[in-house]
């Protein structure tokens, strides 16, 4: 045994040696190689050889001594793990001979971990689970283990596809006890007029969404004015019931917003609440908080006012039955006189409030919409193209009016309210917009484009007068990437990429945080009630969470196009240049709206400009927004990909021609 003055040498002899080393933190960064990387904390990134490498786990922080390797690189030795994040993931079941091992799906992370006799059960290789890491690698000599979780599905079980995403971008399902009970007591609780609510259960407001919606926010009413319109908007609110730091609005905060996955719904308000109670069903009272707004027959927007209300909404109005009433002036029987004449004051209205955005703000081009329509094993059964039409416009024109105005009066109310900014160009990007605008359009007068007003005309003439210098029809997809996506903030700033000086998001309070917030901020003016400013930490942790469902939308719906294609290979479609980089093009497909990749740098080098996003092969250029001919390859669906292969004209035509051609009996 070690005496004191031993084991006292010992502790200093390691100090010492500790002291000696070049130690630094920072985070693993793996490969789909043996090695790894580690982002240090100073900036630097630092190479992890392959034995090192299987100690870690994706995110693991890490204390590291500092070497340079034969290849002058800096290395890293591990010597502590300070914090691992993987707690838990999802991945495919995979048998290899008597061991047993779970493939996650982590990415750039390409190693099997072990899965221990006792936590097996009776799972088949390729079954779909969710795990947790039992038993870190870093004590182990690198042998990591997962315990099973949850089991998932099996390939090709209808729904399957939706529960792994679910899992996988680990969205919020459940409810906890308390919410459930909350939810339960505003069901049970009638709906009866306050003071402070105006009761307009007599204005014919209606609804106008898809048909399938049950989620509806808010509601329309438009009289004629003699200098214009008087439009009001209800939206429904929530934030009678649910008070803030309740369990309700604890669990809404968390989800951040519904996440509308093909199949299924992940709401944000129970089901209960979201479909029925708090939506604008026809022929029932409901609390709102509503926009009155003067439009005046140019479009600009004058006087408005937001106060509390109960209302009736009189009827639900299908995208489909509007535009039958305003584009062939059909008379549905369903639908009653009084409401046919107001539906086209209320096209007339928007489309008053598109022209003035079209010469004072910014709008985007019109796209059609995708639907994918399921069979009832969950797959895609077939995929509709719908172009927007006058029905959408009037909702669009009446949701945009709506939220400048919540946007100007919280500007006029600092603290209260949440924004949602965009400041245009990114900043590390904007000095090449100017350069490339300089070298296609050097007598075009660019302005300071960091100004709302500068960049408002750039970006409405490249978009609406393509003729007016040549350059501007490829210069427009460029300089649309360079641009930053919105944000949410606390601090009142243009929205660049609307055009608009202030923009607050209040119209869909039942599946949005953020609108739910900002009724309450309303409420609190209104009120004349001290400002309760959102914090940094509710701001990033809604658009994180934003950002997953967005993610996880994407991936559901590659996931399943990927076998829709899969029996539709050989096809041929025309499609839109969406991506170009060193390896080819990505092609989003016009008939279906699936993205699918042309592999350019097989046969010979092609040319590739990163600067304009164009590529050459064989005298052949390829630039965003071109319109290209492909028929479908084959299908990646281990990394969910469409492979697509370039056609000419003729070929595509003699194609299309041999598609539709009927079969020999």
């Known amino acids: 045994m070690f005496n004191k003055d031993a084991l006292q040498q010992l502790s200093e002899l390691k100090t010492n040696l500790r002291s000696e080393k070049d130690l630094a933190s920072g985070v693993v960064r793996t490969t789909t190689r043996r090695f790894a990387f580690v982002n240090l904390d100073d900036g630097r990134d630092a190479f992890l050889p392959p034995d090192e490498t299987l100690k870690v786990l994706p995110g693991d922080r890490v204390e590291v001594s500092l070497t340079s390797n034969k290849k002058d690189q800096l290395e890293a030795q591990l010597e502590r793990l300070l914090d691992s994040e993987l707690k838990q993931f999802v991945g495919r079941y995979r048998i290899k001979g008597n061991a047993h091992f779970v493939e996650p799906d982590l990415p750039q992370f390409s190693r099997w971990l072990f899965i221990p006799p006792n936590s097996r059960g009776k799972h088949e290789d390729g079954d779909y689970i969710q795990c947790r ?8 000599q690198g042998k990591a283990q997962a315990s099973i979780e949850h089991t998932l599905g099996k390939p090709g079980e209808p729904g399957v ?32 007029a306050q003071p402070e609510q105006e009761d307009l259960t007599h204005l014919p407001f ?35 019931y649910i008070e803030s730091g309740t369990p309700l609005d604890q669990a809404a905060r968390e989800r951040a917003s519904t996440v509308y996955l093909l199949g299924q719904s992940v709401t944000m308000l129970p089901s209960e609440l979201s479909h029925d109670t708090f939506s604008l069903v026809p022929e029932q009272r409901r609390p709102v908080v509503v926009c009155r707004m003067q439009i005046a027959s140019d479009g600009t927007i004058g006087d408005y006012r937001f106060s509390e209300a109960l209302i009736r909404s009189h ?9 039958e009433v305003l584009d062939h002036d059909a008379r549905p029987e369903e639908l009653p006189e009084p409401i046919a004449p107001m539906l086209k004051q209320l096209y007339q209205c928007a489309r008053a409030r598109g022209e003035h955005r079209q010469q004072y703000a910014l709008v985007m081009e019109d796209r059609p919409d995708y639907y994918f329509v399921l069979n009832d094993q969950k797959k895609i059964d077939r995929i509709e193209k719908r172009e927007r039409t006058s029905a959408h416009r009037i909702v669009e024109e009446a949701m945009l009016a709506t939220n400048i105005c919540a946007g100007e009066l919280f500007s006029r109310y600092p603290g209260h309210g949440i924004f949602s900014n965009h ?6 990007r ?3 917009a100017l350069s490339l605008m300089k070298e296609d359009s050097p007598d075009y007068a660019v302005g300071d484009p960091r100004a709302l007003s500068d960049f408002q005309r750039l970006l409405s003439d490249l978009r ?8 501007f029809s490829t210069l427009l997809p460029l300089l649309q990437r360079m641009l930053q996506a919105a944000s949410l903030s606390a601090e009142a700033s243009e929205h660049f990429g609307l055009g608009f000086a202030h923009y607050a998001t209040v119209t869909s309070p039942i599946r949005r945080y953020h609108d739910l917030y900002n009724h309450r901020a309303i409420k609190n003016i209104l009120r004349e009630e001290a400002p309760q400013k959102p914090s940094a930490e509710l701001l990033e942790q809604l658009q994180t969470q934003l950002h997953r469902g967005r993610q996880a939308c994407r991936q559901l719906e590659q996931w399943l196009a990927c076998d829709f294609v899969s029996d539709r290979i050989g096809s041929v479609h025309t499609g839109t240049i969406g991506m170009v980089n060193s390896m080819g093009i990505g092609v989003k497909l016009d008939d279906w709206g699936i ?19 164009k590529i050459t092969v064989e005298a052949h250029q390829y630039r965003l927004d071109q319109k290209v001919h492909v028929i479908i390859k084959s299908v990646d669906h281990a990394r969910q990909r469409i492979a697509l292969e370039l056609v000419d004209e003729d070929t595509a035509e003699r194609l299309k021609v041999w598609e539709q051609a009927p079969e020999s009996p």
């Not at 792994?164 to 009866?192: H, M, V």
């Not at 400041?423 to 590390?428: A, D, L, S, V």
């Not at 609406?464 to 350059?471: G, K, L």
């Open 133 to 140: 890491v039992s038993r870190h690698p870093f004590k182990h």
């Open 161 to 192: 596809e939706a529960r792994y995403i679910t899992a996988k971008f680990e969205l919020p399902t459940d409810w906890s006890s308390k919410a459930q009970d909350q939810a339960q007591a505003i069901n049970l609780t009638p709906i009866t």
């Open 206 to 240: 209606v609804t106008i969404d898809a048909e399938t919606t049950r989620d509806m926010d808010d509601a329309v009413y438009l009289e004629s004015r003699e200098e214009g319109w008087e439009l009001w908007v209800a939206i429904a609110d929530p934030s009678r």
């Open 315 to 323: 009827h639900k109005l299908s995208y489909n039955l509007v535009s």
């Open 423 to 428: 400041i245009g160009f990114r900043p590390e």
């Open 430 to 432: 904007l000095d090449d």
């Open 464 to 471: 609406n007068n393509p003729d007016q210098i040549p350059a």
């Open 595 to 613: 993205e699918g990749f042309v592999r350019m740098d097989q046969e010979g080098k092609p040319s590739f400009d990163s600067r304009r996003l």
